[in-house]
């Protein structure tokens, strides 16, 4: 097939005069070319399209694809993940991952909650906070837990995200809404295990790759996989494969969370147990990230022996699948 590429390189956006948090989220070009080469490894042709205005132009152009493998995040708003796949879907052109519907819910981390919690899947407790007065409407219990609604990567989630009164309540939902310009999601703070299941295959043949757990060392950050923690992983976070009771539980939940959500072809999901060791959603990762030794996607399928050439390969296979 012959293959194009779109996607957000961070370069571009450091150039710009983007800040290093602002643009944690686009790829690297070594993240750009491992892709690549994985697909030219297996047989295709490829095709460097980039971000989604280069996308108009080439599509303006006449230009056209067999297949495109999106890993392309958007810049700005809620359908910003949308908007690649629904140019796509305007031309009829086959992608892979989800589709614009999914890309949006999922984005939003609180509309996403709620599909979870409707189909019955265990998620914590939950609030969106809109505006400061909403802050006041919250009845959850302390410890809570707060983050910006659509941001990745951690961005947003510190230490200060464990909220353990109304002070600081107060403080954080203000500070983050100042800061990020979004609503703020808060949660009952689940003080258990927290896992990371990656998923490949679409509806019945979806399947769990592995169930890793993240460990947080004695000199991270405390209480979060937060956006600093996950810059310096090497150092401050332990990643284990795991495989006991809880950790298939987790397994479920994921694999369930993915088909209510409607995710495709390949992707991660986020779990932290409660206080009775039940694994509950947190987010779904659709556009996990796939530098093939930093991301946790990646991590994941070298720990179970999955080659990043074939994690790659399934991928598009299960996209060709869905198009067949």
């Known amino acids: 097939m012959q293959i194009g590429m779109t996607y957000d390189l961070r370069s571009d956006y450091l150039a710009l005069g983007m800040t290093e948090e602002k643009t944690a989220e686009f790829d690297r070009e070594d993240t750009v070319l491992a892709i690549e080469e994985s697909l030219r490894d297996l047989g295709h042709e490829t095709d460097r399209v980039g971000h989604v205005k280069s996308l108009v132009s080439r599509l303006a152009r006449g230009d056209r694809w067999d297949l495109v493998f999106n890993i392309a ?16 879907e305007a031309y009829d052109i086959p992608y892979t991952f989800s589709d614009p519907l999914t890309l949006t819910l999922t984005l939003h981390k609180g509309m996403a909650k709620h599909v979870i919690r409707d189909r019955g899947i265990p998620t914590a407790p939950f609030a969106v906070i809109e505006d400061p007065d909403d802050i006041a409407t919250v009845t959850l219990p302390f410890p809570l837990f707060a983050k ?25 939902c203000f500070s983050m809404l100042r800061e990020y310009g979004q609503p703020v999601l808060l949660e009952t703070y689940l003080p258990g295990r927290e896992f990371t299941v990656g998923i490949l295959g679409n509806g019945k043949k979806a399947r769990s790759l592995g169930v890793l757990e993240v460990v947080l060392r004695g000199h991270a950050e405390p209480a979060a996989y937060s956006y600093h ?42 779990l932290r147990s409660d ?39 399934g991928i598009v296979e299960a996209a060709a699948a869905r198009y067949r």
Not at 75 to 85: D, H, I, L
Not at 151 to 164: F, L, N, P, V
Not at 242 to 264: F, I, N, P, Q, T
Request: net charge negative; proline share 4%.
């Open 148 to 172: 910006p609604v659509a941001e990745g990567t951690g961005k947003g989630i510190s230490a200060r995200s464990k909220i353990k009164n109304e002070g600081e309540l107060e403080e954080v």
């Open 275 to 313: 206080g009775g060791g039940m694994p509950c959603f947190m987010e779904v990762n659709p556009l996990a990230g796939l530098h093939p030794v930093h991301s946790d996607l990646c991590i994941l399928a070298s720990a179970t022996g999955l080659s990043y050439r074939d994690l790659i390969g």
């Open 229 to 270: 923690n996950k810059k310096e992983y090497e150092t401050l976070v332990e990643y284990r494969l795991v495989e006991d009771r809880e950790a298939l539980k987790a397994a479920h939940v994921a694999l369930a969370s993915w088909k209510a959500l409607g995710c495709r072809d390949g992707g991660r999901v986020d």
């Open 73 to 88: 995040e958007g810049v700005s708003g809620f359908g910003r993940e949308a908007q690649v796949p629904a140019l796509l």
